[in-house]
């Protein structure tokens, strides 16, 4: 990656993994220095990339506005369950012979940048006969779903009898246990680092009326659950490409396949914590306007706190603080002197 001045990029990226105390000891990729100028109205890092070292911005402690650290489970998301089953107010909660049983698969946000621009609607569908009880209607549902969503470039769903996955080519006469529901889970989304985003597309199930000899009446109910939790790695794979690019990686890719490959150093499979100083440049001479920018250290998740003691030490006497990581609240905000 070629190496060029800062002064006109606002936002400085550094994955910091390993704290350390001098200078010789920044031998592997993620090391990370932080230290004062002599006279102590500075702070800056030093920073052992893929291949060399680099110096971040001399951050004077007066013109620093605000500190923040953000946990890896702040940033996590959850996916959900969707558990349908017949309403037992409508016919002893058995299907009712002769009937079309449609459920509703409501995907937002499907291909859009919004939820509300971009839907997709897929289907499950059960024609109900003589003696057909809820476990068989439910295998013929899961099934029915299955095999309608068969057919996607992208897998958003699975669906489960139970504990047992339902594919399109499961067959009814291997399910052979008394199943109470049908249970649709979102999964997580195709990702291609700095290409392809991990965005959730949303899932509402809506079941449809069937007529009970006197009206039409909703046949099923539907209760959501939290499904898996999506960790930050992808999230914060993204912002390492997207910054590496503003920091002068802006041909990556170029002529695909014959280029050569930029190395990362965020791991999509870990977490990671997020420190954020809030600064402003100020100029010399005729330059003296103030140029608000940022410095973000990535930090695998658990070791952000002894980095942030370390600026902490350095930046006492600004009133500058940053929060301390909790896994439960998250994030904070840090004190703006």
Do not use: C
């Amino acid at each position: 990656m070629p190496r060029i001045f800062t002064e006109n990029q606002a936002t400085l990226v550094y994955v910091a993994k390993a704290l350390k105390t001098d200078f010789a000891s920044l031998k592997d990729a993620g090391d990370i220095l932080v230290k004062a100028t002599p006279d102590k109205q500075a702070i800056y890092f030093q920073h052992k990339g893929v291949a060399d070292i680099s110096r971040s911005d001399l951050i004077e402690v007066k013109n620093i506005i605000s500190a923040n650290a953000t946990a890896a489970k702040s940033m996590e998301k959850k996916l959900k369950n969707a558990t349908v089953t017949l309403d037992a107010s409508v016919n002893g909660g058995k299907p009712i012979a002769g009937q079309d049983y449609v459920l509703r698969l409501v995907f937002s946000g499907y291909i859009g940048i919004s939820p509300e621009d971009s839907q997709y609607w897929k289907y499950g569908v059960v024609h109900a006969t003589n003696g057909m009880s809820a476990s068989d209607f439910y295998k013929k549902m899961a099934i029915s779903i299955a095999k309608n969503m068969s057919r996607e470039a992208v897998q958003f769903i699975k669906v489960f009898l139970g504990n047992t996955e339902v594919t399109p080519r499961t067959k009814e006469n291997k399910l052979t246990s008394t199943y109470t529901g049908v249970t649709i889970k979102e999964v997580a989304p195709d990702w291609i680092r700095g290409t392809k985003q991990e965005k959730i597309v949303r899932l509402t199930v809506e079941p449809t009326t069937v007529n009970d000899g006197t009206s039409d009446v909703v046949w099923g109910t539907v209760k959501y659950s939290d499904g898996d939790t999506l960790k930050n790695g992808k999230e914060i794979a993204d912002m390492e490409y997207f910054f590496a690019g503003e920091k002068g990686d802006q041909y990556r890719l170029i002529n695909w396949p014959d280029y050569v490959p930029t190395e990362y150093l965020v791991d999509p499979t870990q977490e990671y914590d997020v420190i954020d100083i809030h600064y402003s440049y100020v100029g010399a001479n005729e330059s003296v306007q103030k140029s608000e920018k940022d410095i973000k250290l990535i930090v695998p998740a658990g070791k952000a706190d002894g980095i942030s003691k370390a600026i902490n030490a350095l930046i006492t006497a600004s009133g500058i603080q940053i929060n301390t990581l909790t896994a439960a609240a998250g994030g904070g905000t840090g004190t703006n002197p």
